[in-house]
Nanobody, 116 residues
Framework: QVQLVESGGGLVQPGESLRLSCAAS????????MGWYRQCPGKEREWVAH???????YCADSVKGRFTISRDNAKNTVFLQMNGLKPEDTAVYYC??????????WGQGTQGTVSS
């Protein structure tokens, strides 16, 4: 089993930043990718960004230029730096981990709220 523990959520004003972290532990092997989804109030969960094992990163168009995903392989931790936050970025952010031939693992989620 894999455990994913997210941290870094909180309440900020528009234009400010948050940095989310997700640390993986447990049966970590053959990792294909780690990344983030979010679920905004009243909406379905949507993909935000991910980083593949080789280091390639991908971000949704809605956050491109504002959010940056990175990974510390030695610590099996993925980060999401969120700058220029907008009220519509308010969501529960979920970390995920993909491994070969096993179902996707999910974290419990961390709340990020952008409000003046």
């Amino acid at each position: 089993q894999v455990q994913l523990v997210e941290s870094g959520g909180g309440l900020v004003q528009p234009g400010e930043s948050l940095r989310l972290s997700c640390a993986a532990s447990g049966s970590i092997f053959s990792i294909n990718a780690m990344g983030w989804y979010r679920q905004c109030p009243g909406k379905e969960r949507e993909w935000v960004a991910h980083v593949r094992s080789g280091g390639d990163t991908y971000c949704a168009d809605s956050v491109k230029g504002r959010f940056t995903i990175s990974r510390d392989n030695a610590k099996n931790t993925v980060f999401l730096q969120m700058n220029g936050l907008k009220p519509e970025d308010t969501a529960v952010y979920y970390c995920f981990l993909d491994r070969q031939r096993v179902p996707r693992s999910w974290g419990q989620g961390t709340q990020g709220t952008v409000s003046s």
